[in-house]
């Protein structure tokens, strides 16, 4: 089979598929890492290639003042986050605090229950990837679909 051809299988398999086979196959794939690393450079190109034409000459000042912001955020973060905090609650949203994984799920799973959940949309959050709240929503007998694409894939595929 040429390059061509297995990388159409590849990226158009018969289904059911076994991601990680698939996987295995891409890694070993010349075409197809050389096209991804391609659009991943292109799209870096671009955006940068923007960021000029719209900042001109101010663009590294720029970047340079956004770091200076992120850092001093960072540096005052219980300020910050106490603001957060008051502006959501007066805006009427329950602010929840956890002191680890095990304590962020468990409170998920009491709201949860609290509702009555049968069925939770779960959207894309590196908390919850952390946590693992997926597995634990299904444990607890709660039909959960993810929203990110590349998540529900992997979702899909077990």
Not at 48 to 54: F, S
Not at 107 to 121: F, G, N
Request: aromatic share 6%; with cysteine.
């Amino acid at each position: 089979m040429s390059n061509s051809q297995d990388s159409s299988k590849l990226l158009f398999p018969d289904l059911p598929f076994n991601m990680h086979e698939r996987s295995k196959r891409a890694v070993r794939d010349i075409p197809l890492r050389q096209a991804v690393q391609s659009a991943t450079t292109l799209k870096d190109t671009q955006r940068q290639d923007l960021a000029r034409e719209t900042f001109g000459d101010r663009h590294d000042d720029l970047r340079g003042l956004a770091g200076q912001i992120k850092q001093h955020t960072l540096d005052h973060l219980d300020w910050y986050l106490e603001q957060f905090v008051k502006a959501a609650e007066l805006a009427g949203t329950s602010v929840h605090f956890a002191k680890d994984a095990a304590e962020a799920n468990a409170i998920c799973l009491d709201i949860a229950k609290r509702e009555q959940c049968k069925l939770c949309v779960k959207g894309k959050s590196m908390v919850t990837e952390e946590t693992h709240l997926l597995p634990a929503l299904e444990e607890a007998g709660i039909e959960t679909w993810e929203t990110d694409l590349a998540e529900f894939i992997l979702q899909l595929d077990g």
